[in-house]
């Protein structure tokens, strides 16, 4: 298969490994991307698969909360960042939103079918047509999820002026100030620290064999620790996969206002819960990031790409 040079880009920037590299590597694999990627990882040239690190798309993350109990939060994407500091677009992207936490629809094709909240006469569909002629750019509701509590509470947080838009589902007998306060410092934690999971509970056997394979290929690949006995890489392995699931379990991650800079986000639950007089845990959360996974308009990067192919 003919490896071009939007394909070189596209690898480099889900990786972050080197453009001879990342041509290398999509020549091994026949131009297969996801192989193409596990093999820059099993040779240590890539951390992890990052499809969603190409953030370029503009627009607004925002969130509604109906009753402590009910909330939503949208992403709604516009061409220029200029529109998406625009008055106009904030106040539908609000609008999209309170549709969001209302909607008993199960996806977007349904949202955008539903009777618009401030006039039931147009679809979601039709109110979007008619903002994309009055603003004058391109827009798209990309996403909404709806989270209702079954026992507690929600809480939000928006970051970065609506960057990103997080919510938290408390799951606790007893909701008061102390404990809406505790949430939102957890619901920032998750805006600034990005984690996948609640806790390792959530995590598959399959994540975690896969893990460690691409862990001992990196290994094996070292001239200097693939030397070593079988029960020290095995050790090796084990470790780094621990170091990872404490990057990406919320529970396991330093929580961001410790004191001491130690405190787990679980230890900080357990306080709060002691203060509580019952558990408080997290039962969810759910993060947005405006244009994850979303690319700009083409740059010249890739004739820079070709260029460096074709020496």
Same mark, same amino acid.
């Given at each position: 298969?003919?490896?071009?040079?939007?394909?070189?880009?596209?690898?480099?920037?889900?990786?972050?490994?080197?453009?001879?590299?990342?041509?290398?590597?999509?020549?091994?694999?026949?131009?297969?991307?996801?192989?193409?990627?596990?093999?820059?990882?099993?040779?240590?040239?890539?951390?992890?698969?990052?499809?969603?690190?190409?953030?370029?798309?503009?627009?607004?993350?925002?969130?509604?909360?109906?009753?402590?109990?009910?909330?939503?939060?949208?992403? &709604?994407?516009? !061409?220029? *960042?200029?529109?998406?500091? /625009? #008055?106009?677009? $904030?106040?539908?992207?609000?609008?999209? =939103?309170? @549709?969001?936490?209302?909607?008993?629809?199960?996806?977007?094709?349904?949202?955008?079918?539903?009777?618009?909240?401030?006039?039931?006469?147009?679809?979601?569909?039709?109110?979007?047509?008619?903002?994309?002629?009055?603003?004058?750019?391109?827009?798209?509701?990309?996403?909404?999820?709806?989270?209702?509590?079954?026992?507690?509470?929600?809480?939000?947080?928006?970051?970065?002026?609506?960057?990103?838009? &997080?919510?938290? !589902?408390? *799951?606790?007998?007893?909701? /008061? #100030?102390?404990? $809406?306060?505790?949430?939102?410092?957890? =619901?920032? @934690?998750?805006?600034?620290?990005?984690?996948?999971?609640?806790?390792?509970?959530?995590?598959?056997?399959?994540?975690?064999?896969?893990?460690?394979?691409?862990?001992?290929?990196?290994?094996?690949?070292?001239?200097?620790?693939?030397?070593?006995?079988?029960?020290?890489?095995?050790?090796?392995?084990?470790?780094?996969?621990?170091?990872?699931?404490?990057?990406?379990?919320?529970?396991?991650?330093?929580? &961001?206002?410790? !004191?001491?800079?130690?405190?787990?986000?679980?230890?900080?639950?357990?306080?709060?819960?002691?203060?509580?007089?019952?558990?408080?845990?997290?039962?969810?959360?759910?993060?947005?990031?405006?244009?994850?996974?979303?690319?700009?308009?083409?740059?010249?990067?890739?004739?820079?790409?070709?260029?460096?192919?074709?020496?």
């Amino acid at each position: 298969m003919a490896i071009t040079a939007a394909m070189v880009k596209e690898l480099r920037e889900m990786t972050g490994a080197g453009m001879m590299d990342c041509k290398k590597a999509l020549n091994e694999t026949n131009g297969n991307m996801d192989e193409a990627v596990e093999f820059l990882r099993k040779n240590g040239q890539a951390k992890a698969e990052k499809k969603a690190g190409r953030i370029a798309a503009e627009g607004l993350c925002t969130v509604m909360i109906k009753d402590d109990k009910t909330a939503a939060v949208v992403e &709604v994407n516009s !061409e220029t *960042d200029f529109v998406a500091k /625009n #008055d106009t677009f $904030k106040a539908f992207v609000d609008a999209v =939103a309170t @549709q969001a936490v209302n909607s008993d629809a199960a996806d977007m094709d349904a949202f955008m079918a539903e009777a618009w909240n401030e006039d039931s006469s147009k679809t979601v569909k039709d109110a979007l047509v008619e903002k994309v002629a009055v603003i004058g750019e391109n827009l798209n509701i990309r996403r909404f999820e709806k989270v209702v509590a079954e026992n507690g509470c929600v809480v939000s947080y928006i970051h970065g002026g609506g960057r990103i838009g &997080v919510i938290v !589902e408390a *799951d606790t007998s007893v909701v /008061n #100030d102390a404990v $809406k306060e505790a949430m939102t410092n957890i =619901a920032m @934690q998750i805006a600034a620290l990005s984690p996948k999971y609640v806790s390792r509970a959530e995590i598959s056997d399959e994540y975690i064999a896969h893990e460690k394979e691409i862990l001992r290929a990196q290994i094996m690949n070292d001239p200097k620790e693939s030397q070593k006995p079988e029960k020290v890489i095995n050790g090796m392995i084990e470790g780094r996969v621990n170091k990872e699931l404490k990057d990406i379990c919320l529970v396991d991650q330093v929580y &961001v206002k410790a !004191e001491d800079g130690k405190q787990t986000v679980g230890k900080y639950l357990e306080a709060v819960s002691k203060e509580a007089g019952t558990t408080v845990s997290v039962k969810r959360f759910v993060r947005f990031e405006t244009g994850e996974g979303l690319e700009k308009k083409q740059e010249d990067f890739a004739a820079e790409v070709a260029a460096q192919m074709n020496q």
